[in-house]
T-cell receptor, first 116, second 114 residues
Framework: AQKITQTQPGMFVQEKEAVTLDCTYD???????LFWYKQPSSGEMIFLIY??????QNATEGRYSLNFQKARKSANLVISASQLGDSAMYFC?????????????FGKGTKLSVKP | DVKVTQSSRYLVKRTGEKVFLECVQD?????MFWYRQDPGLGLRLIYF???????EKGDIPEGYSVSREKKERFSLILESASTNQTSMYLC?????????????FGQGTRLTVV
């Protein structure tokens, strides 16, 4: 079974609108971390935002926010006021376990295209 | 700034060759990872290491091995390259025990096996 599921292979959004990228996860660990990365066409992986399993408030970083619903095991990324430069692949990832030995598992990604 | 450097950006190798992909990080990170990225499949973990000389298999270790003789260097080895190993390979490092949350990635190596 997939540990990270991103159900939207591709999405379109109009410039200046908000968009939500879906991510659900599966783990039996109590302690875990959730991440979102952006990969533009240049190929670099850019860290966007992090949410710890014990964090009570949703994480926010500028135009990015993470809608964390623990009971539903979902960690959706919300991008407000989309810009043309937001066009990229977006990956949701999870690190399971305590301490330093947890590996980092990625979803298959969502390709976001921002229309002018 | 954390830097993760992969030795090659593009690589072309012949079937059956032994291939070494090198990754070096300069921030004294404990964890290092090797992923391969293929269209529609996302990033799949090949191997990771949480300490020198320690390694753990990821989801797709078959056909690969790794070496971590020094903390800063994590090598991915294709013992006998095959065409189905043509892919983008990404190295990453992290250190969650220091309170640093994210993993930092290298620029990737696009390997073509002919």
């Amino acid at each position: 079974a997939q540990k990270i599921t991103q159900t939207q292979p591709g999405m379109f959004v109009q410039e200046k609108e908000a968009v939500t990228l879906d991510c659900t996860y599966d783990t039996s660990d109590q302690s875990y971390g959730l991440f979102w990365y952006k990969q533009p066409s240049s190929g670099e992986m850019i860290f966007l935002i992090y949410q710890g399993s014990y964090d009570e408030q949703n994480a926010t970083e500028g135009r990015y926010s993470l809608n964390f619903q623990k009971a539903r095991k979902s960690a959706n990324l919300v991008i407000s006021a989309s810009q043309l430069g937001d066009s990229a692949m977006y990956f949701c990832a999870m690190r399971e376990g305590e301490g330093s030995q947890g590996n980092l598992i990625f979803g298959k990604g969502t390709k976001l295209s921002v229309k002018p | 700034d954390v830097k993760v450097t992969q030795s090659s950006r593009y690589l072309v190798k012949r079937t059956g060759e032994k291939v070494f992909l090198e990754c070096v990080q300069d921030m004294d990170h404990e964890n290092m990872f090797w992923y391969r990225q293929d269209p529609g499949l996302g990033l799949r973990l090949i191997y990771f290491s949480y300490d020198v000389k320690m390694k753990e298999k990821g989801d797709i270790p078959e056909g690969y091995s790794v070496s971590r003789e020094k903390k800063e260097r994590f090598s991915l080895i294709l013992e006998s390259a095959s065409t189905n190993q043509t892919s983008m390979y990404l190295c990453a490092s992290s250190n969650p025990t220091r309170g640093e949350t994210e993993a930092f990635f290298g620029q990737g190596t696009r390997l073509t096996v002919v």
